[in-house]
């Protein structure tokens, strides 16, 4: 069809790859599929919405979906959340589970560091098992797998994992469970089509979803308009008393620490959007949430235009990201993270000036 190869127009998908993926899969009995730490919308979404697909399509098949740690619960509404097994909690099982799978997939990310835990690093990459990475992150870490699908150009990995249903002949194995799921990730990761959403298959890929099932204002609505008090009232204490502008590097930064954040009975997602805030400032491009956790500080980075975060994110933190939208975790203090941003938007001040 004339409309299903316009869809697929700036997505180039080797026959002879995707004939030897299916083939892998139909042989698979076991199939784990992980998220990345710090499990977000895009990573939850591709994980549940693949899973409920290969479900589907090879329904002799068990299909494990795991996250390293818990995933925030502003994405319950996601089909498929009460099965997420997290590796955190149940460390021993969550391996072997893993060791006894055909395939492991690593979904929305590009390198098996992204998992955080080295017991976890070294059993995706168990010899027994055949890996294969659906990511859109830039700079794939591909040496490992035996099938990459790496698109740096597509909003998010749900999107991708759409447009390959659809290069794999499965879009009639599209629920209207897995197409939410999948819809869930593309709006997450756009922030709502504000960002990496400039490309005409964003849209398409959300028409499609919304065809197949996908209730695009029940899947905002659980997102955005769900808070408790408690999360407005934070919101709030930032706007009022933590963020921190930069006017001459036109950035800003909001530093949280886990007092905070217990004061306010902040569980994990309820700092979800703050980092975009600071961007509906006149004259800022530039936006870093730096969040305490229990044992780790969280970076989220944000920007409009040609001003980029990801290499911020790379090069102060070992994360990453895309040229508006990046994060990392940082082992160490509050105030040594804030240090290595400050250190890192000066080289980026720089560039953006050039």
């Known amino acids: ?21 299916a083939e892998a899969l139909s042989e698979a009995k076991q199939i ?23 479900r589907n399509v090879y329904p002799d098949s068990v299909v ?15 089909p498929g959340f009460d099965r997420l097994m997290v590796y955190q ?22 390198a098996p560091r992204r998992v955080r835990w080295e017991a976890l690093q070294e059993v995706l990459m168990h010899p027994e098992a055949r890996r294969f990475m ?11 797998f035996d099938f990459v699908f790496s698109y740096p150009q597509t909003s998010s990995t749900c ?19 897995a197409a939410k799921a999948l819809l869930t990730g593309i709006i997450t990761d756009t922030g709502c089509f504000m960002h990496n959403s400039s490309r005409p298959e964003v849209y398409m890929a959300m028409a499609g979803l919304i065809e197949l099932g996908a209730d695009k204002n029940q899947v905002i609505d659980e997102l955005f308009h769900r808070n408790s008090e408690n999360q407005i009232r934070l919101r709030g204490f930032v706007l009022n008393e933590k963020l921190t502008l930069i006017p001459d590097k036109k950035a800003a930064y909001i530093t949280l620490n886990k007092e905070e954040l217990k004061r306010f ?52 933190f070992g994360g990453g990201g895309h040229h508006n939208a990046a ?3 940082y082992v160490g203090t509050l105030d040594e993270a804030l240090s290595l941003f400050l250190q890192e938007l000066e080289v980026e001040n720089k560039n953006y000036y050039r």
């Open 265 to 316: 009975g902040a569980t994990k997602g309820d700092t979800e959007g703050f980092v975009n805030m600071p961007l509906d400032i006149e004259g800022i491009a530039c936006s870093c949430l730096i969040r305490e956790d229990e044992d780790q500080i969280k970076i989220s980075l944000r920007s409009l235009g040609d001003f980029a975060v990801n290499g911020i994110a790379e090069r102060a």
């Open 89 to 110: 909690e149940n460390p021993e099982e969550t391996l072997a589970i893993i060791r006894a799978c055909d395939m492991v997939g690593c979904i929305d990310f590009n």
């Open 32 to 54: 784990a599929l992980i998220t990345h730490v710090g499990p977000d919308g895009d990573t939850v979404g591709c994980v549940l919405g693949l899973a409920a697909l290969l």
């Open 327 to 329: 994060g990392a975790e």
């Open 134 to 144: 659906i990511d859109h992150h830039p700079y794939p870490v591909t040496d490992s």
């Open 159 to 177: 999107e991708l994992v759409y447009f390959l249903a659809l290069a794999m002949g499965w879009e009639s194995h599209i629920t209207p469970e």
């Open 64 to 78: 494990h979906t795991i996250t390293p740690d818990c995933a925030p619960t502003y994405l319950d509404g996601v």
């Open 1 to 21: 069809m004339e409309y299903q190869r316009k869809m697929l127009c700036d997505v180039q998908w080797e026959p002879s790859a995707l004939k030897t993926f």
